[in-house]
T-cell receptor
Framework: RKEVEQDPGPFNVPEGATVAFNCTYS??????FFWYRQDCRKEPKLLMS???SGNEDGRFTAQLNRASQYISLLIRDSKLSDSATYLC???????????FGAGTTVTVRA | EPEVTQTPSHQVTQMGQEVILRCVPI?????FYWYRQILGQKVEFLVS????????KSEIFDDQFSVERPDGSNFTLKIRSTKLEDSAMYFC????????????????FGAGSRLTVL
């Protein structure tokens, strides 16, 4: 089983729509969780950290479900500029590395 | 905003040649990383570096690869004898390792060095 798995998509949504997708992780010792955004041929950039109680940053909401070992990202009122690949990133407490999922592609159309 | 800088942005080399990719991590960060991304594929961990030594490395990071922090600011990745399959975007990243759990573990990436091996 892969360490971090994501639905690759693509999710094609109209402007203003809500889109949500999940990421599963295999190791229950994982402690830190993040969503990164990557635009084509650019570096990954932090979108938001994911906290145990769930957290919101503007139109973006992240949730963590430790029992089922997944995190989710919900984007409300999608904008054209939200078109990107969203990367799920997980770190185990005793590891140095952060592990990346393969990414979920979101395309917002006018 | 502090940033990670990488040079060169693009390097073209012949198979078998040595390549050195350079990075300047964020100045007060303690943990340094190299990741790579082959076109169309996922971001893959290569190596982490802490306290002047390799702290973790992946299976990809074989004897052809080495890292160095020659002074207080630069962090380099050397590929001794490049292969065609080394063609990829190489990202340097750093994190502070200090403060809150999530804050300490946030990776900041450089813009990447695109390596093309012919």
């Amino acid at each position: 089983r892969k360490e971090v798995e994501q639905d690759p998509g693509p999710f094609n949504v109209p402007e203003g729509a809500t889109v949500a997708f999940n990421c599963t992780y295999s190791n229950s010792a994982s402690q830190s969780f993040f969503w990164y955004r990557q635009d084509c041929r650019k570096e990954p950039k932090l979108l938001m950290s994911v906290y145990s109680s769930g957290n919101e940053d503007g139109r973006f909401t992240a949730q963590l479900n430790r029992a089922s070992q997944y995190i989710s990202l919900l984007i409300r009122d999608s904008k054209l500029s939200d078109s990107a690949t969203y990367l799920c990133v997980v770190k185990r407490d005793n590891d140095y590395k952060l592990s990346f999922g393969a990414g979920t592609t979101v395309t917002v159309r006018a | 905003e502090p940033e990670v800088t990488q040079t060169p942005s693009h390097q073209v080399t012949q198979m078998g040649q040595e390549v050195i990719l350079r990075c300047v991590p964020i100045s007060n960060h303690l943990y340094f990383y190299w990741y790579r991304q082959i076109l169309g594929q996922k971001v893959e961990f290569l190596v982490s570096f802490y306290n002047n030594e390799i702290s973790e490395k992946s299976e990809i990071f074989d004897d052809q690869f080495s890292v160095e922090r020659p002074d207080g600011s630069n962090f380099t990745l050397k590929i001794r004898s490049t292969k065609l399959e080394d063609s990829a975007m190489y990202f340097c990243a750093s994190r502070s390792g200090q403060g809150t759990l999530s804050g300490a573990n946030v990776l900041t990436f450089g813009a990447g060095s695109r390596l093309t091996v012919l």
